[in-house]
């Protein structure tokens, strides 16, 4: 009998987490600059966007949970580090950081390509090209859903956290949807 194996150090846990990272930083910029502008790119695109959309909101939603404490700075930096944009912060803002110029910067700032509203503006673009006809199945439905994600994004101010799990349920709706339409195998597609 074998003896059971012993727990790995940290130090090891280190490399072989540097390793992964790198794995998958290569394989990211494979896809963004070796692979064909398809329909397999557009839904890795749209995928990514979406995904990126609902962790930042996990993390916004954390962040206004935690907000009513007298020091945002010791939640929030760690949230902007994330969603690499302490430097943009920094820039535009000469102070701690704050819940309300944070969720500014994160959710509605369409100039930040960390911001959900930067996401959200990719997949309405990428949604004119997904491949079938427009007026079959649940496109019709998906368009429609995409059109109502704009509305969080013109009221001012900080959100609270049931707007923005509101926003994520809307989105991962819009992920069945998309999952549904081009990915359901018991319906057959012809494209």
Not at 130 to 158: H, M, T, W, Y
Request: net charge negative; hydrophobic share 35%.
């Amino acid at each position: 009998m074998h003896p059971p194996p012993t727990p790995p150090q940290a130090t090891e846990l280190s490399v072989t987490l540097d390793q992964l990272i790198l794995h998958l930083s290569a394989f990211a910029g494979m896809q963004a600059e070796n692979m064909t502008r398809g329909h397999g790119w557009r839904f890795l695109e749209v995928g990514r966007r979406l995904e990126r959309s609902l962790g930042t909101l996990v993390l916004l939603q954390t962040a206004a949970a935690a907000e009513k404490e007298e020091d945002d700075s010791h939640f929030l930096e760690p949230v902007l580090e994330i969603c690499d944009s302490v430097m943009t912060y920094r820039r535009r803002h000469f102070s701690k950081p704050r819940w309300d110029a944070v969720c500014e910067l994160l959710f509605t700032d369409q100039t930040n390509p960390r911001s959900v509203a930067h996401q959200i503006a990719i997949l309405q673009t990428e949604s004119g090209n997904f491949p079938g006809d427009p007026n079959s199945g649940l496109f019709p439905q998906i368009v429609a859903r995409l059109a109502l994600l704009d509305e969080p994004f013109g009221k001012p101010g900080p959100k609270t956290p049931e707007e923005l799990e509101a926003f994520s349920g809307s989105l991962e709706e819009l992920s069945d949807l998309l999952t549904q339409h081009y990915f359901s195998h018991s319906v057959r597609r012809v494209y």
